[in-house]
């Protein structure tokens, strides 16, 4: 009879009290993303394998130490240290379709000091696991959650998930769509941010600096890769001065450009575009457009599902009849991606 594992490409997190071992080196299990390992502690991808035997397989980018205990049917394996990786879609997995599983669901989540995996076993089902920690060729540690320990009813003992016309060679490794899949930077790019500025007004070899804040400032856009997106992006700086007649005047250069956005690493971006500017003096239109560009670079904190919070430092100058306006800021604020 043919065999069919199915190995689910899944984001997850976990611990039980294994410690990888130098020497333990073998290639990443089927299915595997194939990418950069991050420079922070994360858990990255896990794989569901249904047969031969019921597994599942933790993808680290450091070696961590893993432990479990149980709640009731539901064994949980914790990771130390780790967070989940943000670029994932982490989501509670139904398993229950799949009888020569042990396991009826996964929930993944971040838990005290780390990263928790929620095996939810069958009725019947002593909650049981084998972890062993490997290092892996690619540079990602793997943690495999062995479950042929757990006693299958004999009603369901080898039963098949589904069949296959393909020659019989050894587990066929399938991706499974409807079991999550990698989350990463794409679709919609947007993010808002607000923080304190500063001005300087450039002109005839004179200067004046004025300090004020920054935002609401807002980019939108649409990755084209999973680092690197197009953007437009409206900026703008406020500063309060005092007119020649001693009145308070609030000048405002904005900023509308086009442009990029990419991230350099997991955490840090840098972005810049070309386009068109204007002075407002107490929010209203000046005459003419400058030309305008902006720079920032930023480095993001707090992942989730759906974006990050940020830092950046953000450069916009406005040029016209050799006249420069330019405003700079350090900014907090939200990516969505």
Not at 84 to 103: A, C, G, N, Y
Not at 166 to 173: H, I, S
Not at 223 to 240: G, K, M, N, P, Q
Request: glycine fraction near 10%; charged fraction near 20%; hydrophobic fraction near 40%.
């Amino acid at each position: 009879m043919r065999r069919l594992a199915v190995l689910a490409c899944v984001l997850a997190a976990s611990p039980a009290r294994a410690q990888p071992r130098g020497d333990n080196t073998s290639p990443p299990p089927p299915g595997a993303p194939n990418t950069v390992v991050p420079s922070r502690p994360m858990l990255t991808w896990f794989g569901v394998q249904v047969s031969d035997p019921p597994a599942v397989h933790l993808q680290l980018s450091t070696q961590a130490a893993v432990g479990s205990y149980v709640e009731g049917q539901t064994l949980v394996v914790h990771v130390e240290g780790v967070d989940l990786d943000s670029r994932q879609t982490w989501k509670k997995v139904d398993l229950t379709r799949f009888e020569s599983m042990p396991i009826v669901s996964i929930e993944v989540s971040r838990g005290s000091a780390g990263a928790d995996i929620r095996l939810e076993f069958k009725p019947g089902i002593v909650p049981t696991v084998a972890p062993a920690v490997n290092l892996g060729t690619d540079g990602f540690t793997y943690v495999l959650l062995d479950l042929s320990g757990a006693v299958v009813p004999a009603s369901v003992t080898g039963a098949e998930p589904t069949t296959t016309d393909e020659p019989d060679a050894g587990p066929l490794v399938v991706e499974d769509r409807d079991l999550g899949e990698l989350r990463t930077r794409q679709g919609l790019a947007l993010d808002v941010s607000a923080g304190i500025g500063v001005q300087v007004f450039r002109f005839g070899g004179e200067s004046q600096t004025d300090f004020g804040i920054s935002g609401l400032n807002l980019s939108l856009g649409a990755w084209i890769t999973d680092t690197s997106a197009l953007v437009v992006r409206a900026t703008s700086t406020t500063s309060f001065r005092e007119d020649d007649d001693g009145s308070s005047v609030a000048l405002t250069a904005v900023a509308f450009t086009a442009g990029v956005q990419h991230f350099a690493s997991d955490e840090y971006f840098v972005g810049g575009g070309v386009g068109i500017g204007r002075a407002l003096i107490d929010f209203e239109s000046s005459d003419g457009n400058a030309f305008a560009f902006q720079v920032r670079g930023g480095m993001t904190f707090k992942p989730s599902q759906h974006g990050a919070y940020y830092v950046a430092a953000e450069v916009s100058p406005l040029y016209r009849d050799e006249a420069w306006l330019i405003g700079a800021a350090v900014q907090l604020g939200w990516q969505l991606y």
